[in-house]
């Protein structure tokens, strides 16, 4: 459905009627997409970045967080136990580290898709002939937050980044043919409103297939520890609006949204959303990957996410999605 740029801000900030909001995107959801919430199992195989990201846990500045890449036999291995466990789809994620080369991804991606899964690679900016080769190997999906749209801010938020660099890329990836996924954080220093509804229109103008939108939490160890951060329910509002705007994509229920609130992702789920990506990351570090602090589930294992959100879901009358989960247009 269209919506102008003032219509999205009307909705953007009216929290005094967001509960109709959420009705409407709630029942959009249920008409293009179904009862069924499509599970994704995250793997966040390193944390070691070349990037500096003044919002980022992860950062490259960071000195305190103990880094760590897990080994491609101990990816590999954590992803066949995520498809043993039932998880149909299986989300890559990493900070930018050169380690994983083009080979040695592709090595993995051929010996994951053995496993009968989609994958999802959310690895960052790399070269069009990685993409591409990635992509011939077998990945079906590609993870990218644009992040804000307001390229002075993107700028402040990363002095060495490129904003046009990673549209570039997006761009890339969707004519490569993957799936694409994007997205936002909402409530970062300086954004107002207006930029976050222009986010949301950039979105829709792209096509993506997924778009991702989670609250900015400020992290200790980071240039903005003393920022405020965004709320739970501007971030369910812009995710809603994006219901709207996009009715039949693939909306995750962000887990930096569980992070603000216990029942943070269910009441996503109740706002437009219809994925979940628990994780499946092993042992240390979990804690170790930690973009922003409060993370959710840091001491759990995977069967103990996969069954503890399984039965949330169920509570609230959804199904856990039976197939691929990818976006049917
Ligand atoms: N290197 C990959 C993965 C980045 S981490 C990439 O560049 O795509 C995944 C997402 O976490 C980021 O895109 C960002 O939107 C989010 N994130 C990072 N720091 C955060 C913070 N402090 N609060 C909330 N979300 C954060």
Same mark, same amino acid.
């Given at each position: 459905?269209?919506?102008?740029?003032?219509?999205?801000?009307?909705?953007?900030?009216?929290?005094?009627?967001?509960?109709?909001?959420?009705?409407?995107?709630?029942?959009?959801?249920?008409?293009?997409?179904?009862?069924?919430?499509?599970?994704?199992?995250?793997?966040?195989?390193?944390?070691?970045?070349?990037?500096n990201?003044l919002?980022?846990?992860?950062?490259?500045?960071?000195?305190?967080?103990?880094?760590?890449?897990?080994?491609?036999?101990?990816?590999?291995?954590?992803?066949?136990?995520?498809?043993?466990?039932?998880?149909?789809?299986?989300?890559?994620?990493?900070?930018?580290?050169?380690?994983?080369?083009?080979?040695?991804?592709?090595?993995?991606?051929?010996?994951?898709?053995?496993?009968?899964?989609?994958?999802?690679?959310?690895?960052?900016?790399?070269?069009?002939?990685?993409?591409?080769?990635?992509?011939?190997?077998?990945?079906?999906?590609?993870?990218?937050?644009?992040?804000?749209?307001?390229?002075?801010?993107y700028h402040k938020l990363d002095p060495l980044m490129?904003?046009?660099? #990673?549209?570039?890329?997006? $761009?890339? !990836?969707?004519?490569? %043919?993957?799936?694409? @996924?994007? &997205?936002?954080?909402?409530?970062?220093?300086?954004?107002?409103?207006?930029?976050?509804?222009?986010?949301?229109?950039?979105?829709?103008?792209?096509?993506?297939?997924?778009?991702?939108?989670?609250?900015?939490?400020?992290?200790?160890?980071?240039?903005?520890?003393?920022?405020?951060?965004?709320?739970?329910?501007?971030?369910?509002?812009?995710?809603?609006?994006?219901?709207?705007?996009?009715?039949?994509?693939?909306?995750?229920?962000?887990?930096?949204?569980?992070?603000?609130?216990?029942?943070?992702?269910?009441?996503?789920?109740?706002?437009?959303?219809?994925?979940?990506?628990?994780?499946?990351?092993?042992?240390?570090?979990?804690?170790?990957?930690?973009?922003?602090?409060?993370?959710?589930?840091?001491?759990?294992?995977?069967?103990?996410? #996969?069954?503890?959100?399984? $039965?949330? !879901?169920?509570?609230? %009358?959804?199904?856990? @999605?039976? &197939?691929?989960?990818?976006?049917?247009?």
């Amino acid at each position: 459905m269209d919506l102008s740029r003032q219509e999205c801000i009307k909705l953007l900030k009216d929290e005094e009627n967001q509960k109709d909001l959420f009705r409407k995107a709630d029942d959009i959801r249920k008409q293009f997409v179904g009862d069924e919430v499509h599970l994704r199992g995250l793997i966040e195989f390193s944390n070691i970045c070349r990037n500096n990201c003044l919002y980022c846990g992860i950062r490259r500045g960071n000195k305190i967080v103990t880094r760590y890449h897990m080994s491609e036999e101990e990816l590999i291995e954590t992803a066949k136990k995520a498809a043993g466990i039932g998880f149909k789809t299986i989300v890559m994620q990493s900070g930018e580290d050169l380690y994983y080369d083009c080979d040695r991804m592709c090595r993995i991606i051929e010996a994951i898709k053995k496993f009968d899964v989609a994958i999802t690679l959310s690895i960052g900016e790399r070269t069009y002939n990685e993409y591409k080769a990635w992509r011939n190997a077998g990945a079906d999906r590609y993870l990218m937050r644009i992040e804000t749209t307001d390229k002075d801010l993107y700028h402040k938020l990363d002095p060495l980044m490129s904003w046009q660099h #990673r549209f570039d890329c997006l $761009m890339m !990836i969707k004519e490569l %043919g993957y799936e694409l @996924g994007s &997205g936002i954080m909402v409530g970062l220093p300086e954004q107002s409103i207006e930029s976050i509804a222009d986010d949301l229109l950039f979105l829709k103008n792209i096509g993506v297939d997924m778009a991702g939108i989670g609250p900015f939490i400020p992290h200790p160890q980071t240039p903005l520890a003393s920022e405020q951060g965004g709320s739970l329910n501007l971030a369910l509002r812009t995710m809603a609006v994006m219901r709207i705007l996009m009715n039949d994509i693939n909306i995750p229920a962000t887990t930096a949204m569980e992070s603000l609130h216990p029942k943070g992702r269910i009441m996503a789920l109740q706002a437009g959303a219809n994925v979940v990506m628990p994780n499946v990351t092993e042992g240390e570090y979990r804690r170790f990957y930690e973009l922003y602090p409060g993370k959710i589930c840091v001491n759990d294992t995977p069967i103990h996410c #996969r069954s503890c959100i399984g $039965m949330k !879901i169920e509570a609230i %009358g959804r199904k856990i @999605g039976t &197939g691929f989960g990818g976006h049917k247009k």
